[in-house]
């Protein structure tokens, strides 16, 4: 099972865009799914994660502007990210905790860069 994220790029403060991040494979069952982000030199931190059933949890710093979201039938999580910071400048991360074959596994995607202007 793969984890192939999209979305990032250059915007303006006060702009918008939306992360995808898309889960491909056999005989699966996904879990939770979330949001981390990276910058140089720091610890990777969670942004939001999405359970199952639909509940979800947010950084404190995004509430009211990032909104995550799940397509369980497309086996995708999407970010949708309003009002952007140059502080929210960072790689984000999608991650997914699946179960297949019996195991349970932690995935993480590749990361996309997400670049605000000021």
């Known amino acids: 099972v793969q984890l192939q994220a999209s979305g990032g790029g250059l915007v303006q403060a006060g702009g918008s865009l939306r992360l995808s991040c898309a889960a491909s494979?056999?005989?699966?069952?996904?879990?939770?799914m979330g949001w981390y982000r990276q910058v140089p030199g720091k610890q990777r931190d969670l942004v939001a994660r999405?359970?199952?059933?639909?509940?979800?949890n947010y950084a404190d710093s995004v509430k009211g502007r990032f909104t995550i979201s799940r397509d369980n039938a497309k086996n995708t999580v999407y970010l949708q990210m309003n009002s952007l910071k140059p502080e929210d400048t960072a790689v984000y991360y999608c991650?997914?905790?699946?179960?297949?074959?019996?195991?349970?596994?932690?995935?993480w995607g590749q990361g996309t860069q997400v670049t605000v202007s000021s």
């Open positions: 494979g056999t005989t699966f069952t996904i879990n939770d």
């Open positions: 999405i359970a199952s059933g639909g509940s979800t």
């Open positions: 991650n997914a905790q699946i179960t297949a074959r019996g195991r349970d596994y932690d995935l």
